[in-house]
């Protein structure tokens, strides 16, 4: 079993920065794939990016190229979601998921995910 604990949330303005933590214990998550997802009222769970651990390449969708940035500490069993310029339409749950590396790339699909976080609040107001 793999457990994470996501924070750093909480209520900024738009152009602001915030860091997301997904701190993961249990089991090693050297084989696995770490996901961020957000999910905003009434919208399905989306895909934000996700880092292989083994390798640290990193996935990250159009809509947050550029912006958003995932990184690994391999010290402290971290995952981190670096946001900068954040706008209104971010506003969401971000949620943190891990699934084992068996696929050529970071896989989008949230349903693959065997493991999650409790997820933290982030509200980007205009």
């Known amino acids: 079993q793999v457990q994470l604990a996501e924070s750093g949330g909480g209520l900024v303005q738009a152009g602001d920065s915030l860091r997301l933590s997904c701190a993961a214990s249990?089991?090693?998550?050297?084989?696995?794939?770490m996901a961020w997802f957000r999910q905003a009222p009434g919208k399905e769970r989306e895909f934000v990016g996700g880092?292989?651990?083994?390798?640290?390449?990193?996935r990250v969708l159009d809509p947050v190229k550029g912006r958003f940035t995932i990184f690994r500490d391999n010290a402290k069993n971290t995952v981190y979601l670096q946001m900068n310029s954040l706008k209104p339409e971010d506003t969401a749950v971000y949620y943190c998921?891990?699934?084992?590396?068996?696929?050529?790339?970071?896989?989008?699909?949230?349903?693959?995910?065997?493991?999650w976080g409790q997820g933290t609040q982030v509200t980007v107001s205009s």
């Open positions: 880092i292989r651990w083994s390798t640290g390449n990193t």
């Open positions: 998921a891990a699934r084992k590396s068996n696929t050529r790339v970071v896989i989008a699909t949230a349903m693959t995910y065997d493991y």
């Open positions: 249990g089991r090693t998550v050297s084989s696995h794939d």
